[in-house]
């Protein structure tokens, strides 16, 4: 037998055999970024670990998820993994369970942004945590591993925040923000999930609004003239809109100052939240005129068919044109939590 053929062989059995491998170490321990990973993970090796099954019936298997998010929690927080291509792939030569590191991540991040975001602001804090439950919030880290990634880009695009209204889950992305924006942009999807306006306009997506709008702008298209009750759809229904998108933005972004209000002197701003710097210095009333004209300014009528219509066009400008007078006469307040 030649020494290709039995290496072919060797490998054949490997593969058939899994258990005879199980003296090798799963952990690629030299080129793991983590301090002490193999402190952590070394004693499941005599576990013969099954990386295939969750861990989270095994009590020692999750303590030592639990002890590798810490550690990355800690990285974070030193600002070390922007500074670098973090992939939990190059700790573990057969990754662990992915999903379990990522729930144990999700608890170990959730944990330690509420308790600086107690110390941010410890009277709105209790505010918040006596409406709802915090250990009820759907909270999605991404990091780790190539598939963790692919479904960071899934559901936020570019974007390193988000919030789910159909779901209600807030998703962070570990590796595109810094530690000084985390608290600020937290804060702010945070705001999404305490803002009932907005939820309560789900009905601007609903598919039977979306073919009484379709049929109102063939009536506009025919001449024919439309009713004040048709008119009154065309416009609540846009209004919906904006309380999805411009006017929750609005909402929520002044919701974040206020609660940035709780912190004396100057705020460490991150660079994708330093445009916010100029608005704490402004009382309430001012924080919201300014507030606004600056998302005013970008949020330009969508250029989409059924949104670029001139019926919608028509009745769309004249509410925003309303929207601005009222906020500048203090007619609509920023006010989130009812």
Known sequence: MTVLSFAILFLLTLLMFPHLASAQSQFNLSKCPIPQIEDIYQPLEQLKYDSSKPSTNNLVVWKAHTQLAEKVWQMFERGELQKREFNIDACIKKPVNDNDLMLATNNIFLQKTFERLNKINPQMYLELNQKIDFNQIVFQTFAYCEACQMNSKKILGEKSAGYNLTTQALFMNIQTLSPEDWDVIFIHELGHHFDQTRKDSKNYFNLENIKMILNLQKKFDNGESLSTAELQQVDQWIMSGLNVGLLAEWRVWA????????????????????????????????????????????????????LSHQLVQQRLNLIRTQIRNDIVNHKLNSELLK
Request: net charge positive.
């Open 255 to 306: 919701f974040t100052l206020k609660y940035l209000d709780g912190v004396s002197g100057q705020y460490n701003f991150g660079q994708q939240t330093q445009w916010l710097k100029k608005y704490r210095d402004m009382n309430t009333d001012q924080r919201d005129v300014e507030l606004f004209r600056m998302l005013d300014s970008r949020f330009k009528n969508s250029n989409d068919q059924l």
